[in-house]
């Protein structure tokens, strides 16, 4: 994978967790991690962190996510920094595509979609008063506005 995609991916499967770990959440996270995605993520968040010390942009720019994670120049810094570090770095490269991947295996993605149009989504379960696969009519169709 290249490393701007590897970058995204890794802050993208980050951000929803980074407010939990900035408030000193890892432990408590790793702790209820009883599904998979959360241990790795705890894995994954662990991994950038220990190649981040002792780099102190880097581990700034860390920081700086961690503390306003939904800042979205923060999140760019941080997967721009993330960039650098994996092009020069193989192994880490290798590491986190690896954790990345074990993250997409174990998660379960749930969307909540309110009054929307066309939706495309993999395995795809529906519930509600008024759902449909496809074309959903309701009431008088041959008269729309009675």
């Not at 290249?2 to 980074?18: D, F, I, K, N, R």
């Not at 408590?28 to 991690?33: I, K, N, T």
Request: proline share 4%; glycine share 10%.
């Amino acid at each position: 994978m290249e490393p701007v995609t590897l970058a995204a991916a890794a802050v993208g499967a980050l951000v929803p967790y980074l407010g939990q770990i900035a408030g000193g959440g890892l432990a408590r996270l790793g702790e209820a991690a009883s599904d998979g995605a959360s241990k790795h993520i705890v894995e994954l968040y662990r991994t950038i962190r220990s190649r981040v010390t002792g780099t102190p942009y880097e581990e700034a720019v860390l920081d700086g996510a961690e503390a306003q994670p939904e800042n979205e120049g923060r999140r760019a810094a941080l997967q721009n920094a993330l960039v650098e570090l994996l092009a020069a770095d193989p192994d880490f490269a290798a590491r986190l595509e690896q954790l990345l991947e074990q993250v997409d295996q174990a998660e379960i993605r749930q969307l909540q979609i309110t009054d929307s149009g066309a939706i495309a989504a993999n395995d795809l379960h529906q519930s509600g008063t008024y759902v449909a696969g496809r074309d959903l009519h309701i009431g008088d169709v041959a008269n729309p506005g009675s």
